[in-house]
């Protein structure tokens, strides 16, 4: 059985993703840090960890978002990701990710906390995870408006375009 796009969003019971693509919770810690032991932009108690999995296909992309936590991406099947992320200093990196390390195509990347990103496949779909800690909560993520983030980095115009509805 050839295993594409549809056939890992029905497995594994992917649901469509606020920033673009499919994703599902697959683990969230049951202990906690309490809010005063974190960082002051947390606004409160958030799990040790989370994991999700996420799924991406041709034509679609993950917008540029931030989130307060560091996240970790997994590379697990598909053609390989391109992760475009801009730093607090400006400095656009692009990421590889996959599996062909002969490449300079890495199986796992880090993306630091309060850096803006964006996510897109290069073939018909990718499917990684993530893992972020402290652990995600919907009340760590901002969606990047596209006139804002211009303003912040206009050399990045085109590609800010590119990924941001």
């Known amino acids: 059985m050839m295993m594409d796009s549809a056939y890992w969003i029905d497995r594994l ?3 469509p993703h606020p920033e673009g693509g499919y994703y599902k919770e697959t683990y969230r810690s049951t202990e906690e840090v309490i809010s005063n ?3 002051s932009r947390f606004p409160g108690n ?6 999700i999995y996420f799924l991406l296909e041709k034509g679609n992309f993950s917008a540029f978002h931030r989130i ?3 996240e970790i991406w997994h590379f697990y099947d598909g053609n390989p990701i391109l992760i475009h ?3 607090a200093n400006g400095n656009l990196t692009t990421y590889k990710l996959g599996n062909l390390h002969s490449e300079g195509v890495f199986p796992q ?3 630091p906390a309060n850096t803006w990103f964006a ?4 073939g018909d779909f990718s499917l990684a995870g993530c893992t972020v800690s402290p652990g995600f909560d919907f009340n760590d993520f901002e969606m990047a408006d596209r006139e804002s983030l211009i303003n912040l980095y206009k050399e990045h115009r085109a590609i800010i375009e590119q990924f941001t509805r």
Not at 119 to 122: Q, V
Request: charged content about 20%; glycine content about 4%.
């Open 13 to 15: 019971g992917l649901l």
């Open 37 to 39: 032991a974190l960082p």
């Open 85 to 87: 992320a801009i730093d």
């Open 119 to 122: 996510s897109e496949t290069t």
């Open 109 to 111: 990347i880090t993306i």
């Open 46 to 51: 958030r799990a040790l960890s989370t994991a």
């Open 68 to 70: 307060k936590s560091d």
